[in-house]
């Protein structure tokens, strides 16, 4: 079992940008010093609602990426969807507005020590770390391809800059209003062969982490899967964030997605067992 | 840091603050140790173990609700021997007071589970759950039926010897309170613990179906602590000589107060910490503030406190 | 307005929408009627009348608390000969629909109430509040007790004749729901009310002492929400021919629908109507559009949807 | 019994100015015609915290007078002390703001018909209402003198405009950091009779409101006072806010101080009886 990251610390951070990308917020916070810190696939949690809020608990966003900039020191960048009355908070804030963060928490995703072909799949909001994690793996001599999914375009979060740092980028729709129509899914065995993928790496919905994972059962492709489950806490306190992993011997183990990941390993994940009482299929 | 003294004592143990952290809220402690030192909170309160490994009940385990938040953990867990092999000794390496919490589905199960822990150094208190409400089956909620919790606690009671204080976790979620408390205080208990979470549902109106993989849940955080403070301060009159830790959506040194006047000699923290890491030092802080503000020089005076201006009044 | 069929029934009852006032919480309807027409709602459900006039406990009788409060009225009102001849004639020429709500001290009083009622004209049901957790003693809660509620239920019934429907209403802070709902259904209650307040104190850190006059109150608000729909769903699922009047935190047509899917054939507004006086056509609206959304044709499809869905899951 | 008010309304209005005065907040809020039906004495009804919060009660705040300007059309003025979460929300809002309010809400100052010489007595913000009904008294004839008294200055509220439209101004703190030393209430017997003041108009704690009662007892002035017990809706549906009146058969009532108040007679109120229980006595 993981212990919590070791840098995460709270702060009272600024808010310096944001701004709307298609139906999403690009959110700008300056963190300072921590930026040194965080990884692609690692999470902050933020308190939302101000001091008569209702909502009790954090919500949790990748970090998209870190950056520093002359005027506002080290900046982390979110992209938000205001889902929710806490995204909606989040994402109504002006400039210059406080909010309390928990940073960098969770896992990150694992580098490789060699060049390899990488696929990077990011299925809506969960394209944001994907493009901090592109340009580490090319600064590694790594090829990157990219696929994006949604079910629209204005779900496709695709910056420009971030483009530069793949080599190819290839967007799906469902109802086919950008780029390609169908699932984003669909592509990924041939791409598998044609590119030689070494590994792939995805953000996104449970459903297309699961199905990446049946694709790539069976096969030498590793699969690193930045989960999204329901947390309360985001430390590893409360047990509410667990998946189902396989272990060596067979067993179950209900980990805690919160610091065992959001990164996990894809082929580890019973997926077929996200949801159910673990127990009844022991 | 300042002249009051801020320390309680549950039965023969003492603890240098009333602030701990409330089971299933802080793990085993390693967690919130980034955050602040263990050894300088009242004590660590460790998740609910069973005799067994034990996976918990299916995801989603929680549902956010309006102040408030409902969980169905299901007391997942390692089991107890490997609680006691790894957590134990480094919660004793970190200089923490330590009280363990255990729950069982059975009568036995708990004496087993005292039996293991009888000799165990390091431990300052037992807090036994008989009030989960997170089973599958609401007949095995101990702490629902007065003579199901008197036997869990006289097994408690006999298998530990009467070195150990045992602190009996109640459900509020019964018709009648103060006889559940009486009949574990009569089988043994040394102390209470009030309140574990209330039995509620959230449907997720997407599926039209109950959120929570265990369909139901425990409702925590300040929603219900008026709920709490009412149990308290009920029991404390009831029962003036037994301390109680009290809990149930404690968010400030404000909260915490109000707790303690209504008669809880400790307060537990745990959906506080899921919002923020740091609460439980703050609250301790900000405890000690208000009391000392307060011209409060001990803890001690202000326990059940407002039993007392009633009757000095009426 | 729109095609979709809203009426809902309670036992011979009809009425147009499902959305009620809760007793207690709009008085006898008169103030409300300034921020909308009382015929375009569900019914008003009057303030609980007991015999004779009564003055209720002192003030401080409210408390904000964490997304709710409580409130200690102690049933303040006129007694029920006033009542009937000033507020229902007055709710009749209105043309909405009356549900009496009614409490007493002893089953006599019950049945002098009932028999008051008999034979007066325009009242469409009767709710029977045994639950009212703001009495000197928590005895005289009914729904506390099995035996006492029957009896109270009986009572009624027998008095009434079998015309005007019983609906009873319940507390949630008693270990065994589904056995007094299966009781009071027994002796002839034909609909029941869940859930009323629950029981809850707060602390004025000023004064030291309890804050509300009397000491206990009631709580109720969104806090609550996840409480009420735990009990509709469990005396829904025990229960399913019974009719339902669901309440609890209800603020929005989300929430109703909530209830509804758990097992409630209508939704009281109670505490949402005092931070927001337009809060019961706001939702009743809402409501209506979120049945058309998910394709309802009928109210009737929605109520205990939740159970349904699982049957033909599992 | 009384019933609500026939001209409450419920709106969403905008804040046009929130201004620091002493300790209190001199809050400003366009309302168009509602001023037309506002009189002294009326309060108004605000939700606090915004859309995800923990207060489900709105907060009662006098109606300190109404005015009309070219820039706002008609304006409310409110003087808030930041008290709790609540006021002190409503004192964080910046100008543009929207606020739901529900106004005017229960009784008006009665006003005389033939001039009188009238004695207004106003504590800590308890002022604020008395400014408009002294401009209308003196509309009317009346010889106006006003007290105002808090525990010390910053809590004192008279601003320039109201001196102007009373005969004379008298200010007491507890502290003696402004005016004179002492209590509100020590010079009112000897100003009845020095001024033959026939009416007496009061708003501030219910400690001061009691003790005036009972210097008037047993003469001929009229007391009018506006009382502030806690209200859970304001409208008069939930019983909270009720006070024991003694009636002509010296019978007790209790009565909703939201709509047969917050103005009341003070020989009416059986002052201590307040927070008793009222079946002890009776
Ligand atoms: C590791 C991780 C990374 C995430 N990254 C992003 C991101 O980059 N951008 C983004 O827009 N959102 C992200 N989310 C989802 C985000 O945390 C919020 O849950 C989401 O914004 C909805 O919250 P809300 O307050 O708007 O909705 P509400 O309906 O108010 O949420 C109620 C509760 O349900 C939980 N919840 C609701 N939806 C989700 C969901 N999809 N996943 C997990 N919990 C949920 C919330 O956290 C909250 O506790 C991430 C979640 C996790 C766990
Ligand atoms: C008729 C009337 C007129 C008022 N006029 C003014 C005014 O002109 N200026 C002003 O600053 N305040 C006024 N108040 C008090 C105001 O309504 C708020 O109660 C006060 O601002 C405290 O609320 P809070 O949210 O800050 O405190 P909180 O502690 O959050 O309040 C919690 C609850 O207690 C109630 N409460 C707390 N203090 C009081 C109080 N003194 N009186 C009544 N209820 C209270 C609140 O309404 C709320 O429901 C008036 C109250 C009433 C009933
Ligand atoms: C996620 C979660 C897990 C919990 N697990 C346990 C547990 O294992 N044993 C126990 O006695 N109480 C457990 N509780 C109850 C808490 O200890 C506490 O009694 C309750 O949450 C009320 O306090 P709070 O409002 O401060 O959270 C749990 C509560 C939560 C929210
Ligand atoms: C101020 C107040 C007074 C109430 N009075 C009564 C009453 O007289 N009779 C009754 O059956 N319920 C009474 N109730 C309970 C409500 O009818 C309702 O059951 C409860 O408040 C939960 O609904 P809510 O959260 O929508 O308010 C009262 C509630 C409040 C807040
Ligand atoms: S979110 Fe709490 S343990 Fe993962
Ligand atoms: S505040 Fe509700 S009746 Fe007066």
């Known amino acids: 079992m993981a212990a919590i990251n070791k840098n995460a610390a709270q702060l009272q951070a600024t808010i310096v940008g944001n701004k709307l990308v298609g139906q999403y917020h690009q959110i700008l916070i300056s963190v300072g010093d921590l930026i040194n810190v965080c990884k692609p696939g690692n999470f902050v949690a933020i308190s939302v609602g101000g001091p008569s809020s209702k909502m009790v608990l954090r919500r949790a966003f990748a970090i998209s990426r870190v950056s520093h900039s002359s005027s506002f020191g080290g900046t982390m960048e979110l992209i938000v969807a205001p889902f929710g009355q806490g995204s909606k908070w989040l994402c109504s804030l002006p400039e210059g507005s406080e909010v309390d963060i928990v940073a960098p928490l969770g896992t990150a995703f694992g580098i490789p020590t060699e060049p390899v072909q990488a696929l990077l799949v990011g299925g809506g909001y969960g394209s944001a770390p994907l493009f901090g994690l592109a340009e580490v793996l090319k600064s590694r001599g790594c090829r990157v391809d990219m696929l994006l999914g949604a079910s629209t375009s204005s779900k496709i979060y695709a910056p420009m800059e971030g483009k530069r740092s793949v080599n190819s980028l290839r967007i799906y729709t469902e109802d086919g209003s950008m780029g390609h129509t169908g699932r984003v899914t669909e592509p990924i065995p041939e791409l598998i062969s044609d590119l030689g993928i070494g590994v792939i790496y995805s953000c996104g919905p ?77 | 840091m300042s002249a009051i003294d801020f320390s309680t004592t549950f039965g023969n143990a003492w603890f240098p603050s009333p602030i701990f952290t409330a089971s299933g809220c802080a793990s085993s402690g390693k ?48 089991g107890i021997d490997v609680f006691l092999e790894k957590d134990v000794p480094w919660l004793v390496a970190q200089k923490a007071r330590i009280v363990v919490s255990i729950a069982g589905e059975t009568v036995e199960e708990y004496s087993t589970l005292a039996r293991k822990l009888r000799s165990v150094a390091g431990i300052s208190a037992i807090e036994v759950n008989i009030s989960c409400p997170n089973v599958e089956n609401r007949g095995l909620v101990f702490a629902c039926d007065p003579d199901a919790s008197r036997r869990v606690i006289d097994g408690v009671r006999r298998t530990i010897g009467g070195e150990l204080p045992i602190i009996a976790k ?145």
């Open chain 1, 206 to 282: 449970m459903a297309m982490l699961a199905a990446i994972s049946a694709i790539t059962k069976d096969t030498d492709v590793v699969h690193q899967c930045a989960v999204e489950e329901s947390m309360a806490c985001g430390i590893g306190i409360c047990m509410t964030c667990v998946l189902p992993l396989r272990n060596a011997d067979n067993s179950i183990s209900m980990v805690r997605s919160c610091i065992d990941g959001p990164v996990m390993d894809g082929a580890d994940v019973m997926w077929d067992l996200v949801g159910k009482n673990p127990l009844v299929q022991q």
């Open chain 2, 31 to 78: 967690e919130l140790s980034q955050f602040f030192d263990l050894k300088d909170i009242g004590a660590v309160v460790t998740k609910s173990i069973m005799n067994k490994e034990r996976l918990g009940r299916p995801t989603p385990r929680m549902a956010e609700t309006p102040s408030g938040m409902l969980n169905s953990i299901g007391l997942q867990g390692p």
């Open chain 2, 170 to 314: 109640l459900s509020p979620d019964v018709t009648d309170l103060v006889s559940i408390a009486r009949g574990v205080v009569d089988a043994g208990a040394d102390g209470l613990a009030l309140i574990n979470t209330v039995l509620g549902m959230v449907i997720n109106l997407d599926t039209m179906r109950p959120h929570l993989g265990g369909k139901t849940g425990g409702l925590s955080g300040p929603a219900i602590r008026p709920i709490a403070v009412r149990a308290i301060y009920q029991v404390h009159a009831a029962l003036p000589k037994v301390p109680i830790l009290g809990m149930g959506g404690v968010a400030s040194g404000r909260d915490a107060l109000e707790l303690i006047v209504a008669g809880a000699s400790g307060v537990s923290i745990g959906t506080a910490s899921f919002g923020n890491p740091t609460a439980i030092p703050q609250i301790q802080n900000e405890l000690k503030k208000l009391l000392e503000e307060k011209g409060f020089t001990q803890l001690k005076d202000a326990i059940g406190y407002a039993h007392r201006e009633e009757q000095s009044h009426e």
